[in-house]
């Protein structure tokens, strides 16, 4: 399974019109989300791999890009956001049609494993 990896308004809208999606919040400076990142990366082998697909996409988003496209989106939530979404923590989260459904603040402490358990619980085998 392919990882989108980007920054700006496109790559939000491709995450935020997913039906399912897995979404790393990336900065270059911070060593959790390079834990994060990997292990989505994983993730992501993992569950192309799957008998029956779960129709998720998976994104690296570079939360330091100028447009606060990310910003933006995460304030549009129709639930608090809370602060360390976007704040150098490698912050996995598990969005379904636009909404924020779960989400893993540090990316140091889930495996690539959990992140599938997490994806199988949330989405089962139904494909949209």
């Known amino acids: 399974m392919m990882v989108v990896r980007g920054e700006g308004e496109g790559v939000i809208a491709?995450?935020?019109n997913a039906a399912r999606a897995l979404v790393c919040l990336w900065v270059e400076w911070?060593?959790?989300?390079?834990?994060?990142?990997a292990?989505?990366?994983?993730a992501a082998e993992m569950l192309g791999g799957v008998h029956q697909p779960l129709g998720i996409a998976c994104f690296v988003i570079d939360e330091t890009a100028p447009d606060n496209?990310?910003?933006?989106?995460?304030?549009?939530?129709?639930?608090?956001?809370p602060s360390w979404m976007a704040g150098g923590w490698g912050s996995l989260l598990w969005v379904q049609n636009g909404q924020v459904v779960q989400a893993v603040p540090r990316g140091d402490q889930i495996t690539a494993g959990e992140i599938v358990a997490r994806c199988q619980a949330l989405w089962g085998g139904a494909h949209e």
């Open 69 to 81: 496209a990310l910003w933006d989106w995460l304030m549009s939530l129709q639930r608090p956001t």
């Open 30 to 37: 911070s060593g959790y989300p390079r834990l994060s990142r």
């Open 39 to 42: 292990a989505l990366e994983q």
């Open 14 to 16: 491709h995450a935020r």
